[in-house]
């Protein structure tokens, strides 16, 4: 269990837990000059398999930044009172940023009881239970120790306290990409770079390659140290030491506040949207674009506050808000921010992470607050699936996989199950029909979209083809690329497939000769191919399956072979005739009889194989004409030749 002291300076957090622990956490000579902690400290101890970390955070005012990184993913929050001085400035202020970040798991140690009598201890404890009140450690779920650093009194029952909720405490979930954030970094001689800081999400192990922002270093694990004690891997809760090596990496190019992460190819945020709590205490409310500074875990930056859903957010009160960093944070959502005034010299609030990477331009139009809203309400309930779901429909058209892995610190398959996705391969695109109106797609590009928008996209898709097939009315159909790009050039070709696909499955579209056009729509024709029809349909109707080579059409027809060729093939690309051979155009209901007396000669053999002459005494048809259909069927996969057969080949349902 990790444990982070706070409280007021020169309340004893140091001495407290040199007690617990044996372990003096003031390491720099400052510190020890001054008698005052300067940076974080670290200590740990252990009964049997069970292990305490301490994180000992500074509690002057000065050194606010560096108390906020040593908190940023602990188990468990001291509050450490002295019983002479009572609650201080930074007492609360220390309480309160524990609140914000969300912090469920706490005890407070009045310490300096053997310095003032039982009346002072008493009035004080009373001061301690108002404080806490609304509050993580509120009466019900607090206990206050009695502590002693001189003569030791107290110690044993807060260590028994700290133990046996220690061997309570559910292991957090490993799931996700592994993420820590850095508080130190420092060389050892034969070893190389270290970097400590505590582990926010996912696991690693020694060799996993890790991505070290800012700077989008690729480093190795050479080695972890984990709770102190060497180990394999590191996860989720725990205090790491990493031992890191890269060609060219230098300890300057890291610092307090840079990320760890499995996800080699992670963004950083400039903006985020966050919903955003401001304490009660503060004596106004914060203003839209006021400026702040911003805390993450280690990490340290200034923004602007940019309110959305009011012109303010009044003390006490939750509002949406985005953040617009001067420098950029990893984060993700659910990540919990910490805001202090512009001199940052008091705490103003805190909230979560709603979007990591927010919009520049729309940030405080109705629907994306009211999306915003409904995301807050999602992850407010813990209902990680609508959270995602929401975040996915707040892209009309789709948004690539990787985006929702970086936003979410979900791996792929991750959020596979959390939204129970249909993909556009492996499952029938009919099962779209079938949908509900929440559901999520996967196209075979990895871009989600939800169902309403791939309808709503669908929509315009058929909307934009109607369009162009108005302006040219001898068009029978479009490519795919010229109506996405009627869309817009964002729409990804997978995206695009999902929907166009679908409305064939529907019927509402059809698709020929890499066309994509209108069921029942057919193009008109030229003038001189209106006529050339009119005398050509009723030759190829009176015999559909042996229709003349165009040489002999063309002497019927008294024209030349080019000209007859070059209309004829209009005709064929607008779908009133198939052209299967070199130098023959059939009437699509021809080649419709030739394949029914395909599976005709297939019935003739129980193992369904047929030959050439087989085929031919069944259509009585020539032997050329009969191997260049059957050709041509080869090509359509309605049949398959095994040596001098062939068999059918049966549909997919």
Known sequence: MIIATSGHVDHGKTSLVRRLTG???????????????????????????NQLGFIDVPGHTKFINNMVAGVGEIDFGLLVIAADDGPMPQTQEHLAILNLIGVTKGAIALTKTDRVDARRVAEVTEQIKSLAMDTFLSQ??????????????????????????????ESKSATGFFRLSIDRCFSVKGSGLVVTGSVLAGQASVGDQVLINPGQHIARIRGIHRQNKPSDMGRAGDRCAINISAQGLEKTDIHRGSHLSTKLDKRETERCDIALHILPDEARSLKHWTSVHVHFAASHTRGRVATLDSTAIAPGTTGLAQLVLTEPLNLCVGDSIIIRDQAAERTLGGGFVLDPVSVVRGRAKPDRVALLSKIKTAWDSRHVDITLKSSIDANPLGVPISTIENAFNFTKSEIEEHLGLIHQTGKPIATLEKASSDQIYLSEDDQLISDQNLKNLTSSMSEKLQSLLNNDKQKNGATLSQISSMISNKLSAGVATLAANSLVAKEKWSFANGLYGLSGHRAEMSSAAAKLWEKVEPILQSDPIRPPVVHDLA??????????????????????????????????EGISQLELHVHETSRLNADGKFSVKEYRDVTQIGRNLCIEILEYFDIKRITQRIGDQRITIAKQS
């Open 23 to 49: 372990i003096d956490t003031d390491r720099l000579v400052e510190e020890k000059k001054r008698g005052l902690t300067i940076d974080l400290g670290y200590a740990y101890c252990s009964r049997g398999s």
């Open 140 to 169: 019900d779920n607090c206990e206050i120790f009695k502590i002693s650093n001189e003569t030791g009194d107290g110690i044993e029952a807060l260590a028994d306290y700290l133990y046996d909720t220690s061997s309570r405490l």
């Open 555 to 588: 002497k019927t027809l008294n024209l030349p072979p080019r000209a007859l060729e070059k209309l004829l093939s209009e005709l064929t690309k607008l779908g009133y005739l198939i052209k299967p051979v070199s130098n023959r155009y059939f009437l699509p």
